[in-house]
């Protein structure tokens, strides 16, 4: 049964950082592009970054880059964005998916058949 599982989220000031993990089960991570994605109130769903298992390669959002840093340990089954200088802007609730047998990331959620069940973010003074 394929099952991620995120941690990490939770309530910041600005400027402030968080470590977002995803906990992969159920399929082989070093096989798989994972990305991370996230949604504010009101607001559209938006792919924030991924990591390619094929060449390393990853995606980040503009408004991001220089910022966050996604990673991954194949060994423990667990992709990592780190969240450096955290604007009130980044708060929503964060989602980590799979393309599982997939080894290139997309930005697009609908690439992603599996997804976890998302952890806050919020970013206040």
């Known amino acids: 049964q394929v099952q991620l599982v995120e941690s990490g989220g939770g309530l910041v000031q600005p400027g402030g950082s968080l470590r977002l993990s995803c906990a992969a089960s159920?399929?082989?991570?070093?096989?798989?592009?994972i990305g991370w994605f996230r949604q504010a109130p009101g607001k559209e769903r938006e792919g924030v970054s991924c990591?390619?298992?094929?060449?390393?390669?990853?995606y980040y959002l503009d408004s991001v880059k220089g910022r966050f840093t996604i990673s991954r340990d194949n060994r423990k089954k667990a992709v990592y964005l780190q969240m450096n200088s955290l604007k009130p802007e980044d708060t929503a609730v964060y989602y980590c998916?799979?393309?599982?047998?997939?080894?290139?990331?997309?930005?697009?959620?609908?690439?992603?058949?599996?997804w976890g069940q998302g952890t806050q973010v919020t970013v206040s003074s």
């Open positions: 159920g399929f082989t991570l070093v096989y798989s592009a």
């Open positions: 990591s390619s298992s094929s060449d390393g390669s990853t």
């Open positions: 998916a799979a393309r599982i047998a997939h080894s290139r990331c997309s930005r697009y959620g609908y690439d992603y058949p599996s």
